[in-house]
Structure formats: C-alpha cells, structure tokens
C-alpha cells in the first residue's frame, strides 16, 4: 500500500467513484502508454504519439529483457557472421513490432487448435457414452401410432406432397466458454518496453497479468519464426504460391501479407541457401542411382532477397553519405550518386591502365569540366565551415554496405561483392530497384553492368570527375518519396509538383463500389456471365465518379473482371479490347515496368491468342518476356515456362526454325520443376523430327522419357507417348541414316562416273589436239 500511495497515478479504479457526466462516456481503448490525446486551438480532438498497434517482436528483443533468443542461437564464431553483431542491442529494434496480418493469422491459428481440441474431447466422451445411450433407448422403444399414421407425422405442402428435408446448416455456435478463451487471445501493446520499472514489488497481481501477456507476445514471434517463415519457402519450393512475386515491390507487398516484415529478408535468404544446398547434397546421392526429385529450390528466390537486401542497405548508406560533415557531400549530389552507383554495379574497381585505355577511347561528346561545374552548389553545407570527404572508392562502399546489411538483417551476402564475375547477381535488377527506394532518376541508356568501375582519384575537396560506367551527368533528378497513409498500395512512392510526379492512387471509401465489386465476382463464379458484366460495369462507373481520372487502381481491377468475364463467355475479342485498356491504365499508374503489367500481358496473350490473332499474341508475350528479365534476371522461376509457350505457339503456325530458337532457349533457363523440362524436351525434339533432323530429335526424346518415368511412372500417358515417339524417332533416324548412306553411295558413284567421262573426254580432246598438229606439220611440208 505504501509502494501504491507513492505512484503519481492510481493503478486500481474503484467502481464507487462518480464520472464527471459533463466529460461524455468513458472509451476504453488498447494504445501505448505514450499515447496522448489532445484537443487543438481549432477545437478538434487528436491522439498523438500512436507508436505501435501491436507489440514489439520479441525476436528482436535480447534474450535477457525477455526475448525469444532465436537470433542469438544463430551466431556461430567460423569467420563467415563476423559483420554481424554479436547482440541485438539496437534502439532501432524498439520500433520493431509485429505486423496486424501475423497477430490475426496467430489468433485464428490458436483458435481453430482450440475448436478442433474442443471437439476430439467430445467425440472422445460420445463414444464413451453410446453403449448406454444404446441400453437406454432398447429400454424405452415403444410403438407409438396416431389414428393409424406414422408417429413421424411427415410435413407435407399445399398439394399434400412431402416436403424435402432441408439440409441441417452445421454451424458452430460459440459458448460462454468459447467467448472467454477468445476474449484471452487479446495482446498488450505495452510488452517489452524499455526503461520500465518492474511491478513485482508493487502489484502482484500486475506483474503476473504483465508476465502473461510478454508470453503471448513471444509465442506470437516464436510462431512467425519457426512456422510463417518456414511455410513461405516451402511455398517457394513446392510451387504453392500464387503468383511469385516479380521484383522486390512485389516482394514487400507479399511478405507484408503473410504478416512478414521485411527484416526477416535475411532469415528468409538463410532459409533459402539451407534448400538449396539441401538439394545440392540429395543430387549428388542420387545421380549415381539416376534418380531425382520432381521440384528443387529455385535460384530465382535467393536471387531475389539478396537484391532486395542489397537496395535496402544501400539506401541507408547513401542517405549516411549525402548527410555527414553537415551534408557537405550534397554540394555535388550528382558526383557521389554516380560513383555510389558506379561501385554498386560493378564486379571491382579499375586500374589506372584500364581507365586511360577506356579514356583514349571517349566520343566527341563526352562531358568536360564545365559540364561537372554546373552540377556543383557553391553555398551551403555545414555552416561554411565543413570540409567535404573525398568521393569513397568501391571497397569502402561494399564495407559500409555489408556492415548494414549484418546490422539491419543479421546475414552475409553471398552473391554480391565476390571475388570474380558471378552470374546470380542481378546488376540491372539492384540499379532498378536502387533508384526506386532512393529517388535517384537517372538516364535512359546503355550502361556496362558487372564490369569494372572508376570512383574517385582519391582527392580531397570534392573534384568532380567522369564516374564509370555511371557518370554524373546521367543523374536526372533525385525526387523526395513519401507514404500516404491512405495510398492504395504500400510503401514509398516519388511525388513532387512535376508533370512525371504527383499523388498516388489514394483509396476509395465507397461501400457501394465495393459491394458491386464482389457481386459480380460472386456472379461470375456462379457462371451468371450476363449480370456479372453489367455490375463490373456499373463498379467502373461508380469508380470513374469520383476519381481525378481513370489511372486508378479499382479502375483497372473493373476493367480485369470485364475482360474475364468477355472471354469466359465466348468473346475474347472483346475481351482482349477491355485487358488492353486496363493494361495502357496499369503502365500509366506505375510505369511500363510494374509487376502487375506481366500478369496483364499474359492475360491480352492468352486472349489473343484464342482468337486467333497470333502477330499480336506473341507480342505481349515477348513484351511479358522481356520485363520478366528485366525485373528478375535470366533465372526468373516463370522465364522457362514463357519462353516454352512462345515455341509453342510458333510450332502451332509452322515456324519450326523459329520454334526451335525459343525451345532451346527455354531448355538452357533453370526451372523448378523437372515435369516442365520434360515438356520443353518433348517439344523440342517434336521440332528436331520435323525438320529432319532425327539423330537430335532421340538424343532429346531420351532425356524427356528419363524425366517421365522416374516422375510419372512407366504407365503414364506421357511416359507412353514419349516412348511411342523415341521408337518412331529411331526408326526413322535408322531409315534416314540408310537413305543417306544410298544417297552417298549413289553421289559417290556419280562422281567416279563423272570423272571417267572427263578423263575419257580429256584424252579424246587430246588425241583430236595431236591430229591437228600433225595436219598442220603435213601442210606446211608441201
């Protein structure tokens, strides 16, 4: 009680104590205890300081203030974590707190274990007590007849027939029980806080209920450690997932979804090099056995999360170099852009030869000095007083970059800053996504990526100077980036005042829209292709009402369910016309290279296609192609399958040596899944038959039987076929070899004959050569 009397708030409320009516009805509210409300000079009411929603990722949190430990379990002293640090003491991670989608998906997981174990235990106890139910109900049977009617007393309609029973809706109704263990499953924001006093010697039964909650916390990033982050690269490995995301955007917003933040990049990329060099170790063990699994982990995922590691630490230490000495090296923001870029794109760093041999090399128009003077502010920048550093070479920058990447995501990278060229790094892919997280525009031109790149001199004064292979004068812009917390998709997005910049496509309360929306997919789903077309229409023009123009998100997802709903019902030129109009508003939204546009492209294709219209199919394929390496590099996990349907459809129109291009091209990308490789060899080698050439067209068929049988078994359809067609192929290779060894007997049988007749032919020309010389000697006598 002494303890309470000195706290400046009172920890109890007692129920004797009045309201103040004249202060309106009390809100009980789940918010952080720095939370404030206040009421401003305009009268309106606003809640500062709203930190965190959900509580903080014990993860994060060092094992001894009540974390999981998971990431101390991890760090080993071998030499290859010693950019990671040792704890994870870091008042960044304090801010660190789970995400909405993993608390629920935690919730409804804890939820549906308690239902299913709610009803084991009472099937458990049903079957205990059937044998006296059964005892009971032979004791009480009796013969119960109404005015000679059956005591079911059957309902029957209007016209006296029966009526039909109506199935039972099995619902599961909640108990008071149910509601209380649901009631428990609430989290504390206010779990792990820093700084904090304990309750143990104040209120016993505070520090319990605290106690409590910090165990539901860790078992709540416990549970996104050792299950969400597992499931989603089994997702991966498997084939699960929907659609793989195509670039990092589309990494975040999945992740995102699956209550995943993005500081789990690296667990994830661990995760991922685990699979893959589990697969590494199981080939070599079965290919003495000429077995093999159906699916490995694609290369494509690791790929992708150490580029997207890499974006996001070097947006941190860029934003570290344009600040230091009080923002000095914003003097010539274009020279420490370009030379940051230049190391990041590159494999290592010049000699001096290398750059007077490139040098004695440069066109007429190259940039001079007076070109990189006008890129220099001459005020500003620490006061006067501040000496800007020298321009860093690409070893300090690849050092602060992977001491970053330790920090922020406790991994070491293994594609990027290697020694030698490697091929997995995704050099066009890092510069994309580079610029997209730091605002950076630059030129639209060829740049040599994955070579050799020149920096600085290594003077001092910030001497501007000709980077390679980006110079400073490629630097266009650099555009401030901002998050609208009422933007329709996440993350930071470059706004400004120019006619490139603006808002982003802001989300649209309409109730109204949105239940149209869902009627007609309902409508569409139940085959009512009719009156699903109309509603997706009448949501379009509820949604072109209120937005500034069509470029809108909910536009283009109208536009998508139209173009569907045309093709299901037998249009799909009509069909095509609507995706067409959807895409040209999808490319305006976020750019010819947003990931949404792939899907569209591949949509108009099938569409197109299917109409017949193939010179305009195989373009959005190839434009589908295209963006598809652009955004993921040569090992997109979708890059084979595409390049496949490509072949086919050339195959289809009769282009074989065209056919054959895309097969073999298709044939050389990785992909996951040993069933499509099969497919990409069958029609390769259907190809190779076709033109003649037999003896490839087996050697080819043999690889796709060998993937049949081991995946599908002897008796499969395909594994038959392909059988069917390796004996056809044979056959007619044997047949064609003879034909050829006739014809070249028959060639070489010509030619002696040819040649006889022009040995005869020679020495009839020579004996008439003699005659005349003797005719000639003849006449000249007399």
Known sequence: EAAKARLPFPIEKKEEEKKDESLGPTIEACAPIEAKGIRGSDQRNYVLDMTRLTPRDANWIPVSKGGTGNWESLIKDDGKTELIPKDIEDDEWTLAVLRSELVTSYAQVLMSRYINEKKEKEAKEAEKDAPRKEESQDTS??????????????ATTEDGKPEPEKKEQKKTALNEEDMEYLKSLRFNVNVFLPDINSLASIDADAYKQIQKDEEMARNAA???????????????????????????????????????????????????????????????VLKQSGQFDRRIMSHYWLELLECEIVARAAKHVLDGYLTENGGTAA???????????????????????????????????????????GLTFYEG??????????????????????????????????????QGKNPRARYPALLRRVCQRTGVRIAAKSYSLGAKCLCSVGGYGGQMMASYPISPVDIIDIVPLMKHS???????????????????????????????????????????????????????????????????????????????????????????????????????????DNPEVIGTHLVVFQMLATAGELPRAIKHLRAAIYLMELLGGPSHVEISNAYHKAGTLYHGIGDLDTALKFYEEAASRESSDRLLEGMVFKSKSTVLA??????????????????????????????????ANLKKFMAAAIQYGSKMVEDAKKEKEEAAALAIAREIAAEEAAEEEKKKKKNKKKKGKK
Request: proline share 4%.
């Open 331 to 373: 003097l010539n923001p274009a020279q420490t852009v370009a030379s940051f870029l230049s190391a990041l794109v590159s494999d290592g760093e010049e000699t001096a030869a290398q750059t007077e041999k490139r040098m004695g090399k440069r066109l007429t128009n190259a940039p001079d000095e007076d070109d990189f003077n």
């Open 141 to 154: 049977k009796t013969d119960e007849t109404t005015d000679g009617k059956d005591s079911t007393n059957e």
């Open 222 to 284: 416990k549970f996104l450690w050792d299950e969400t982050l597992p499931r989603i690269t089994r997702m991966i490995r498997d084939g699960s997932w929907h659609q793989v995301p195509h670039d990092g955007k589309g990494l975040t917003e999945a992740l995102h979804q699956h209550g995943v933040n993005c500081r789990y990049l690296g667990r994830l990329a661990a995760l991922a090099q685990i699979e893959e060099e589990t697969d590494r170790k199981r080939e070599e």
């Open 690 to 723: 076709g033109l003649g050439k037999f003896k490839e067209a087996v050697d080819t068929e043999k690889h796709a039987y060998q993937i049949f049988s081991v995946i599908l078994g002897e008796n499969h359809q395909l594994t038959r076929t392909s059988d």
């Open 486 to 592: 009422a933007a329709h998709g996440e993350g930071f997005v470059p706004c400004g005042l120019g006619a490139t910049t603006g808002l982003p496509p802001l989300h649209i309360s309409l109730p109204d829209v949105r239940a149209t929306l869902e009627a007609a997919h309902i409508q569409h789903n139940g085959r009512a292709l009719s009156r699903a077309l109309d509603l997706s229409q009448e949501a379009c023009s509820l949604y072109q009402r209120v937005t500034e123009s069509p470029a809108h998100p909910g536009v283009v997802r109208c536009l998508d369910l139209m173009a569907s709903i045309l093709f299901d019902a037998g249009e799909p030129v009509h069909g095509a016309a609507n995706a067409l109009k959807g895409l040209g508003l999808a490319v305006q939204i976020g750019g010819f």
């Open 381 to 418: 920048g620490g006061e006067g007083d501040a000496v800007a550093r020298s321009v860093r070479g690409r070893f300090d920058v690849w050092k602060d970059i992977e001491a970053e990447v330790g920090r922020r995501f406790r991994y070491t990278l293994t594609l990027y800053n290697r």
